[in-house]
């Protein structure tokens, strides 16, 4: 199991490039694979998360190359996939198995999907419920991981309203919806990341979308085409909270992805006092981008918006170090869905808030954070192998005067592999043992 040792630090320079998003490279691989022809990739996340999407789909017989962030899908056809000779190992991505039971429900064949240690303790309820209800056949462990599905069913569209705001919820109702009979209908209670509709209909798949309600209509055919994957936003967060707390920083994140249903950190740390703005904004393949600068800033706490929970599900571990170094108290609500993420992370990082000495409050569906100054940490910040808690207490360290001790930072790899060397690059000081 790897550490992080992030050493003190306080200043961050340069124009960086993060990697490219990773819910548009899973997609990419998906809805590539399903395609009719052969559809070029360029900006891949080359993480282990998309690399199990992809990997996953070379073992149902696509034939997929790739050279660096560049990938080539020979795409097989909605209906053109094989059964895979073993079990389906898709690691540690919660992604990939909640979108492909939508894809793998479908099929001919029977298969089984299993993750990791910590993919196997995630709940799947919520994609297995409405694709039953469609007509698919599916076993699970208790409602987590390995999923047994049972091939040559016939699917018939449903009208779902969603329990719970999730995108990779509606996404495998929608991919599940492609191959079944009549018209699939998704309302959503508030909005989630849509990058599923509009690669659909860049690859020239009709969704009809009304405020809240996205309709698809089964047994249409999707067509290559060549896709251009923007810089994560997600990624850059840790990016964009690390200059807003260092004291001296001065950074430009090139060309992400500011989809409009994932700017949701962005719209808070404006509301915090950052000293973030916009540049060069373009739209390409559908995917809205821009250049983000951030400097550093004087950060004040307040009460995060529920509407904006669901578009920074991901990036509230971030934003919780941004509350930390703001002068006040700032309250999250209504954001239950991140206790069931590559862990608990209200609890996760309420534990490691509290090491460092900052007060805070866990509530039901969210937390209280007391700004205030990091401490000389009280023991070594647990990371429950959840990447997004590794780099979130790494960023910390631009305001510690102590070294910061994380364990289990080996999935960050999942997501952001040159994390470390970026950083440092920037100006951090954080050592991989």
């Given at each position: ?5 992030a050493?003190?630090?306080n200043?961050?320079?340069g ?20 395609s009719?022809?052969i559809t070029?990739?360029s900006?891949f996340?080359?993480?282990e998360?998309?690399?199990s999407t992809?990997k996953?789909?070379q073992?149902m017989?696509?034939k997929i ?6 990938v080539t899908?020979?795409g097989v056809?909605i209906n053109g996939l ?8 898709l690691?540690?991505?919660g992604t ?12 001919a ?7 990791d ?13 409405p694709l039953?209800e469609?007509g698919?056949v599916?076993e699970s462990?208790?409602?987590k991981p390995?999923l ?5 069913q016939?699917l ?6 969603l ?6 919820v509606k996404?495998?109702v929608?991919l599940?919806g492609?191959?079944a009979n ?9 909005p ?5 509709e ?6 020239g798949y009709e ?14 055919e999707?067509t290559?085409?060549q896709?251009?994957v923007p810089?994560d936003i997600?990624?850059?967060a840790f ?7 260092s ?8 060309g992400?992805n500011i ?9 808070i740390?404006?509301l915090m ?6 540049a060069?904004?373009?739209e390409i ?9 951030i ?12 509407s904006?929970?669901?578009?920074a599900?991901?990036?509230?571990p971030?934003v919780?170090i941004?509350?930390?170094c703001?002068?006040g108290?700032?309250?999250l609500t209504?954001a239950?869905?991140l ?9 996760v990082?309420a534990?490691g ?6 007060e805070?409050?866990?509530l ?8 205030g100054s ?15 808690i ?8 631009l305001?510690c005067?102590y070294?910061?001790?994380i364990?289990?930072v080996?999935?960050?790899m999942?997501s952001?592999?040159n994390?470390v060397?970026?950083s440092n690059?920037a100006?951090?000081a954080?050592?991989?043992i």
């Amino acid at each position: 199991m790897s550490k992080f040792i992030a050493s003190p630090a306080n200043s961050l320079s340069g124009n960086l490039k993060v990697p490219g998003d990773k819910s548009i490279s899973h997609r990419s691989i998906m809805l590539g694979s399903l395609s009719n022809g052969i559809t070029k990739v360029s900006g891949f996340l080359e993480g282990e998360d998309a690399l199990s999407t992809l990997k996953a789909f070379q073992a149902m017989g696509v034939k997929i190359e790739r050279e660096g962030d560049n990938v080539t899908i020979h795409g097989v056809g909605i209906n053109g996939l094989k059964k895979p000779e073993k079990a389906l190992d898709l690691g540690n991505s919660g992604t990939s198995i909640r979108l492909m039971s939508g894809i793998l429900a479908a099929q001919a064949f029977d298969c089984e999907l299993v993750g990791d240690e910590s993919l196997s303790k995630r709940p799947m309820g919520r994609v297995i419920n409405p694709l039953k209800e469609m007509g698919a056949v599916i076993e699970s462990n208790d409602g987590k991981p390995p999923l047994k599905i049972t091939g040559g069913q016939n699917l018939k569209g449903i009208q779902y309203d969603l329990p719970v705001a999730s995108a990779q919820v509606k996404s495998c109702v929608l991919l599940a919806g492609l191959y079944a009979n009549g018209d699939t209908c998704v309302t959503e209670p508030a909005p989630t990341r849509d990058h599923t509709e509009r690669m659909l209909k860049g690859l020239g798949y009709e969704v009809r979308v009304n405020d809240n309600k996205m309709c698809l209509t089964g047994g249409g055919e999707l067509t290559a085409t060549q896709i251009q994957v923007p810089s994560d936003i997600s990624s850059s967060a840790f990016f964009m909270v690390a200059a807003a707390i260092s004291p001296k920083a001065d950074i430009t994140l090139l060309g992400v992805n500011i989809n409009p249903t994932r700017t949701g950190v962005i719209d808070i740390l404006k509301l915090m006092g950052a000293n973030l703005t916009l540049a060069n904004e373009r739209e390409i393949g559908g995917e809205l981008l821009a250049d983000i600068r951030i400097q550093s800033s004087k950060l004040k706490g307040i009460q995060i918006p529920e509407s904006l929970v669901p578009l920074a599900i991901d990036e509230f571990p971030a934003v919780f170090i941004a509350a930390s170094c703001a002068t006040g108290e700032t309250i999250l609500t209504g954001a239950k869905e991140l206790r069931v993420k590559e862990s608990d992370r209200i609890q996760v990082m309420a534990d490691g808030l509290s090491i460092l000495g900052i007060e805070n409050q866990v509530l039901e569906d969210g937390i209280k954070i007391q700004g205030g100054s990091f401490k000389k940490p009280t023991g070594i910040i647990e990371s429950h192998h959840d990447h997004r808690i590794s780099m979130s207490f790494a960023v910390a360290s631009l305001r510690c005067n102590y070294p910061i001790e994380i364990n289990g930072v080996d999935n960050v790899m999942t997501s952001f592999p040159n994390f470390v060397n970026l950083s440092n690059t920037a100006g951090m000081a954080i050592t991989e043992i």
